[in-house]
């Protein structure tokens, strides 16, 4: 790998990490979104949970919660990429979790958000209108 002009090299994701008020509360959303769970450790107030087979995953952590829960505006955003984005919102919808709005038009085909108990985004997105770029390629 080439260092950047900084001379720093971003070798890849470690780990993406979301605030949230309440652990138990995390783990029951976040299970909810078909994310398998790695590892809790109720002690620090973490979770870990796998974000398909990339290495990196989505650690949430216990703490203070600054901005109001529930809307999502100004909050941190994780898109994760799926077969059809469409197909996921109904089967979300089945299972009680509400999306932020209908799935919308990306540039790659189609994404649909959802937000945690605490503002923090989870998006599903496709590349059905790109598959050459998506993983599926």
């Keep these: 790998m080439t ?10 994701v470690d780990n993406i990490l979301f ?21 809790r450790m109720d002690e620090p107030g973490i979770a870990l949970f796998r974000l398909g087979g990339e290495p990196a995953g989505l650690l949430v952590r ?8 529930g809307s999502g505006e100004g909050r941190p955003r994780l898109w994760l990429e799926v077969a059809d984005a469409r197909v996921t919102a ?19 085909g189609w ?9 923090n985004v ?4 496709d590349y059905t209108t790109m598959p050459e770029r998506g993983r599926g390629a």
């Design 3 to 12: 260092p950047t002009e900084s001379g720093i090299t971003v070798l890849g």
């Design 19 to 39: 605030t949230v008020g309440d652990l138990d509360e995390a783990v029951e959303f976040y299970a909810a979104l078909g994310l398998p769970l790695a590892f």
């Design 62 to 69: 216990r703490g203070e919660i600054s901005a109001a829960a």
């Design 90 to 108: 109904r089967t979300l919808r089945e299972t009680g979790v509400a999306a932020l709005a209908d799935p919308f038009p990306v540039a790659t």
């Design 111 to 119: 994404t649909v958000e959802v937000v945690d108990p605490w503002g």
């Design 122 to 125: 989870v998006g599903f997105t």
